[in-house]
């Protein structure tokens, strides 16, 4: 999983409360097995009409918005299913960080499994947000997780809080396997003293 530490990138704006999995990622792609290629798909049902044809109103597909790597939407993103294609779909389109006044526990979650930062902020500073990046064209915002703070050029701040043990991964690009991982020597040293232990036990019950 790559490392977070400190990311700027172009704003994309998602006025919407309530965004389900299902929308960000709907249901008949969920045959594909692997982690990769779901970018394609995401929000596709918003993305294109019933011809197949991208929709000109959809923030996406406004050419000032396809290079965005930081998402800041409404309360509740995420809610419904708890499929972890989601998150795969939003890190497979470019999307780093997501910015909400809340966001639905399982989904939450599955961001930071997979390399993706979702920040909490009350909710008048996500209107401002908002209201920036929809007046600044290629508006840009620098999210520093070491000092757990959001900035842009022109004056706007605001500090976030996460779970140390969340930001730690981040910060060292751990998924939960590279956490386990960390204790590689002391686990191979339990199976060795426990493997020797239960060879022991057996050669005295067959002896």
Known sequence: MEAFIKH?????????????????????????IERTGFGQYLFFDWRYNEQGEPDPQFVL????YQQASILVTGRNFGSGSSREHAPWALLDYGFRVIIAPSFADIFFNNCFKNGILPIVLEEKLVEEILMRTEKTKGYRLTVDLEKCCIFDSDGFYASFVINPHRRNSLLNGLDEIGVILQFKDKIEEYENRYNEFYRLEWKEETS
């Open 8 to 32: 700027t990138g172009q704003v994309a704006p998602l006025n919407r409360a309530n965004v389900d999995t299902d929308q960000i990622l709907p249901k008949q792609f969920l045959t594909r």
């Open 61 to 64: 597909n406004n050419k000032e």
